[in-house]
């Protein structure tokens, strides 16, 4: 995630927070790997799946790593992905990972971290409002 333009990960961010116009583009311009990260953090199990069988399998294991999947942890370290473990951490708001990220002026990962970590929050309250349990 490194490498992409400020500009595309701020896209990222926008698909992550359910802008379909954004995912869409995000997919139609050469990014259809972003765009499936921010379907799998949004608990789409197929898109994690092409994104673990595709050239990114770091993202589908960066979206296992978000939701606190050890073996995600262990297979960024075994493949020397530091950053990744940083970045997951940051999305589950732990305060040294997030200060980390402050401290390298990482501010667009920050950013992200805090879209990821509401994304997520999000969803555990509508997993727990039985209006929206069984909801397609």
Do not use: T
């Not at 992550?16 to 608990?43: D, F, P, Q, T």
């Not at 589908?60 to 075994?78: C, H, P, R, T």
């Not at 402050?102 to 409002?129: T, W």
């Amino acid at each position: 995630m490194l490498n992409y333009d400020p500009k595309i990960l701020l896209a990222f961010g926008e698909a992550v927070n359910g802008n379909k116009k954004i995912h869409k583009w995000l997919l139609e311009n050469g990014y259809a790997e972003l765009a499936a990260l921010s379907s799998a953090i949004n608990r789409d199990i197929e898109a994690l799946n092409w994104l673990l069988k595709s050239s990114w399998p770091e993202l589908g294991v960066l979206s296992n790593a978000i939701d606190g999947e050890e073996d995600a942890y262990k297979w960024f370290m075994k493949n020397k992905m530091p950053f990744y473990v940083v970045f997951a951490d940051a999305c589950r708001s732990k305060e040294k990972a997030v200060k980390w990220l402050i401290d390298k002026k990482m501010d667009i990962f920050v950013r992200l971290a805090k879209i990821i970590n509401h994304s997520l929050e999000q969803q555990r309250r509508d997993f727990h409002d039985p209006h929206k349990l069984f909801r397609g």
